[in-house]
């Protein structure tokens, strides 16, 4: 007990001293003008740290927790695992019972034209494969020009080479030099934010769709592999799409022949009310990728689940070129896999997808009540358990607070202070709401109330 306490006095410097810390401001946190903290133990929706603070996270660590903290029946899953068999690789058709079982869940949950999964380990490496598998599929069938790849501003896609590029958030591009030059950006699916205050709905879904037909045509559809897309935008402000987006966009990706990546990784199992995004909005992806929602986060795991005419193309891809040149060490890991088993069964058993369609809208309505007719509240927006708020300095005319002022993250350390986690989104004054699946009415009323209290304090 002593030995640990010593190690506790001493964790802040060591933590400063030691750790590189992702997504942080790196000098801010070595001269300690960023809070050092150490979360020690989770049950429900709540977290606690060392010092005994509890608070209510209303973003489910970075939406990923979707069953909630403290589920025995995971841990259990991932002790009794890790004592039969902590590893075994999936290389030259190896596999374990986790893993396979896992897979055809999946597969159960997909919509019906998806035929396989591929493990990684996070979103990032799973959208790497994605598009590796597209320029392999295209490759195969003889068009080895048809590589670019198209992406939406204010995307999500990860943060590696590809994947950086592939996000639409200048964050990600600053000073690392990307994005890549086979990656391309079009206008991203944003109503609240578009240039045209005059246009209706339908008029924006017609702009979006023209701004990708100009793309096209000036890249040309021949050197155009595929299309990724989350189905409701995550950390570019998490913006549900107009009415009638996603049909109207595929009608331009089947008419040109260019593939459709679903980005699921935030919406899979569950986030929007619906099993996946994609059916939610209509979607008949060539390929989804999956992660977070995978395991709740219990233990790392992610996956490109590959449609019925992608596979086809790839098995005859190994038969005239020999074994495919992909693969991860952790590809499958079992322990992530018997994480993700525990975790879709218990999606199941707790009712928890049907569970976040009617707190979700339970939810954004005790938002809007809260906070929906202050001065400084543009929009209050959501789908299921992915809700924000976006602040602006005048309502009227739509106009923003200066970036600079920064009223989210100070909304945000508030609303942290009133002993509730959100998320202070990049690219604007959006604060963003993502909580586990097991939120309740009073822990939803709790969110609200005490959210018109932070906005109250920041903004009056």
Same mark, same amino acid.
């Given at each position: 007990?002593?030995?640990?306490?010593?190690?506790?006095?001493?964790?802040?410097?060591?933590?400063?001293?030691?750790? *590189?810390?992702?997504?942080?401001?790196?000098?801010?946190?070595?001269?300690?003008?960023?809070?050092?903290? #150490?979360?020690? !133990?989770?049950?429900?929706?709540?977290?606690?740290?060392?010092?005994?603070?509890?608070?209510?996270?209303?973003? =489910?660590?970075?939406?990923? +927790?979707? #069953?909630?903290?403290?589920?025995?029946?995971?841990?259990?899953?991932?002790?009794?695992?890790?004592?039969?068999?902590?590893?075994?690789?999936?290389?030259?058709?190896?596999?374990?019972?986790? &893993?396979?079982?896992?897979?055809?869940?999946?597969?159960?949950?997909?919509?019906?034209?998806? &035929?396989? +999964?591929?493990?990684?380990?996070?979103?990032?490496?799973?959208?790497?494969?994605?598009?590796?598998?597209?320029?392999?599929?295209?490759? @195969?069938?003889?068009?080895?020009?048809?590589?670019?790849?198209?992406?939406?501003?204010?995307?999500?896609?990860?943060?590696?080479?590809?994947?950086?590029?592939?996000?639409?958030?200048?964050?990600?591009?600053?000073?690392?030099?990307?994005?890549?030059?086979? #990656?391309?950006?079009?206008?991203?699916?944003?109503?609240?934010?578009? %240039?045209?205050?005059?246009?209706?709905?339908?008029?924006?879904?017609?702009?979006?769709?023209?701004?990708?037909?100009?793309?096209?045509?000036?890249?040309?559809?021949?050197?155009?592999?595929?299309? /990724?897309?989350?189905?409701?935008?995550?950390?570019?402000?998490?913006?549900?799409?107009?009415?009638?987006?996603?049909? =109207?966009?595929?009608?331009?990706?089947?008419?040109?022949?260019?593939?459709?990546?679903?980005?699921?990784?935030?919406?899979?199992?569950?986030?929007?009310?619906?099993? *996946?995004?994609?059916?939610?909005?209509?979607?008949?992806?060539?390929?989804?990728?999956?992660?977070?929602?995978?395991? !709740?986060?219990? %233990?790392?795991?992610?996956?490109?689940?590959?449609?019925?005419?992608?596979?086809?193309?790839?098995?005859?891809?190994?038969?005239?070129?020999?074994?495919?040149?992909?693969?991860?060490?952790?590809?499958?890991?079992?322990?992530?896999?018997?994480?993700?088993?525990?975790?879709?069964?218990?999606?199941?058993?707790?009712?928890?997808?049907?569970?976040?369609?009617?707190?979700?809208?339970?939810?954004?309505?005790?938002?809007?009540?809260?906070?929906?007719?202050?001065?400084?509240?543009?929009? @209050?927006?959501?789908?299921?358990?992915?809700?924000?708020?976006? *602040?602006?300095?005048?309502?009227?005319?739509?106009?923003?607070?200066?970036?600079?002022?920064?009223?989210?993250?100070?909304?945000?350390?508030?609303?942290?202070?009133?002993?509730? /986690?959100?998320?202070?989104?990049?690219?604007?004054?959006?604060?963003? *709401?993502?909580?586990?699946?097991?939120?309740?009415? %009073?822990? %939803?009323?709790?969110?609200?109330?005490?959210?018109?209290?932070?906005?109250?304090? +920041?903004?009056?």
């Amino acid at each position: 007990m002593g030995a640990n306490m010593l190690q506790n006095d001493h964790l802040a410097q060591w933590d400063r001293d030691n750790f *590189f810390h992702p997504s942080t401001h790196l000098a801010e946190f070595a001269r300690g003008d960023l809070p050092h903290r #150490v979360i020690t !133990s989770g049950e429900g929706c709540h977290i606690t740290d060392r010092d005994g603070k509890r608070w209510l996270d209303g973003f =489910a660590g970075l939406y990923c +927790v979707n #069953v909630g903290y403290g589920r025995q029946e995971i841990a259990d899953a991932i002790a009794a695992q890790a004592r039969e068999l902590a590893y075994y690789h999936a290389y030259v058709g190896h596999g374990t019972e986790a &893993s396979i079982t896992l897979a055809k869940m999946i597969l159960d949950r997909a919509p019906a034209h998806m &035929s396989k +999964v591929y493990f990684g380990l996070s979103g990032s490496d799973a959208n790497e494969t994605n598009i590796k598998l597209v320029w392999y599929y295209n490759n @195969v069938l003889g068009r080895p020009e048809k590589k670019k790849i198209i992406s939406r501003w204010r995307g999500y896609h990860g943060s590696g080479l590809m994947t950086g590029s592939l996000t639409g958030l200048d964050l990600f591009h600053k000073k690392f030099d990307l994005p890549l030059a086979q #990656v391309l950006h079009t206008e991203a699916p944003y109503y609240y934010r578009r %240039a045209d205050l005059g246009q209706s709905e339908a008029e924006f879904v017609a702009h979006c769709v023209a701004a990708l037909e100009a793309l096209i045509a000036r890249e040309g559809a021949h050197t155009i592999a595929a299309f /990724i897309g989350e189905p409701a935008l995550g950390t570019g402000g998490l913006v549900p799409p107009p009415a009638g987006y996603w049909p =109207a966009i595929q009608q331009v990706l089947a008419r040109h022949d260019i593939l459709l990546i679903a980005d699921e990784v935030v919406t899979g199992f569950g986030r929007l009310g619906s099993m *996946f995004g994609s059916d939610h909005y209509g979607m008949t992806p060539d390929i989804i990728t999956i992660a977070k929602g995978l395991t !709740s986060a219990y %233990a790392p795991l992610s996956g490109s689940i590959v449609s019925e005419k992608m596979w086809k193309v790839l098995e005859a891809g190994t038969d005239a070129y020999g074994p495919i040149g992909h693969g991860w060490t952790y590809s499958a890991h079992p322990i992530g896999a018997a994480a993700g088993v525990a975790n879709l069964q218990l999606l199941d058993q707790l009712n928890l997808v049907e569970n976040a369609k009617t707190m979700g809208a339970y939810f954004k309505s005790a938002l809007r009540d809260a906070v929906g007719d202050h001065a400084h509240v543009g929009e @209050v927006r959501g789908e299921g358990l992915l809700c924000a708020v976006e *602040f602006v300095q005048d309502r009227d005319s739509r106009q923003f607070f200066a970036a600079d002022e920064k009223i989210a993250y100070q909304i945000n350390s508030a609303l942290m202070a009133r002993g509730v /986690i959100s998320r202070a989104m990049p690219q604007g004054d959006i604060l963003g *709401f993502a909580p586990p699946f097991c939120l309740s009415h %009073a822990e %939803a009323d709790e969110i609200a109330e005490k959210l018109a209290q932070a906005v109250a304090e +920041v903004l009056g």
